[in-house]
C-alpha cells in the first residue's frame, strides 16, 4: 500500500501579528481621550510619537508582522510617517 498523505494543515493566527496594531490602536485611543480633555498639545504629542513608532516599525518589521498597517511600499510608509509626525511634533514645539 502506497503511504497516506497528511491532510494539509490549516496555519493558526500568530497572536504576534497583531501586536503591532495593537500598540497603534491604544496609543491613538489615548490621543482621543487627551483630547476629549482639552489637552490638545499633549494629543499632538502622542499623535507624533505614534506616527514615529509606526514609522520605525515600518522601516525593522517584516509587512507580515504588521498587517494593515503595510500599506504602500516601506521607502513611501517610513516617509510620510516621519514627514507627518515631524510636521505634528514641529507644531507642538512652536506653540
Known amino acids: 500500500m502506497p503511504p497516506v498523505a497528511d491532510p494539509p494543515v ?51 518589521a517584516p509587512a507580515r508582522r504588521l498587517g494593515p498597517l503595510a500599506v504602500r511600499s516601506r521607502g513611501f510608509d517610513v516617509a510620510f510617517c516621519y514627514a507627518v509626525g515631524s510636521a505634528l511634533a514641529w507644531m507642538v514645539l512652536i506653540e
Open 10 to 60: 490549516k496555519p493558526r493566527a500568530d497572536w504576534r501579528n497583531g501586536i503591532a496594531m495593537a500598540v497603534v490602536l491604544v496609543l491613538i485611543a489615548a490621543a482621543v481621550l487627551l483630547l476629549l480633555a482639552s489637552r490638545f498639545r499633549r494629543a499632538a504629542t502622542v499623535l507624533a510619537v505614534t506616527l514615529f513608532g509606526v514609522g520605525t516599525m515600518r522601516l525593522v
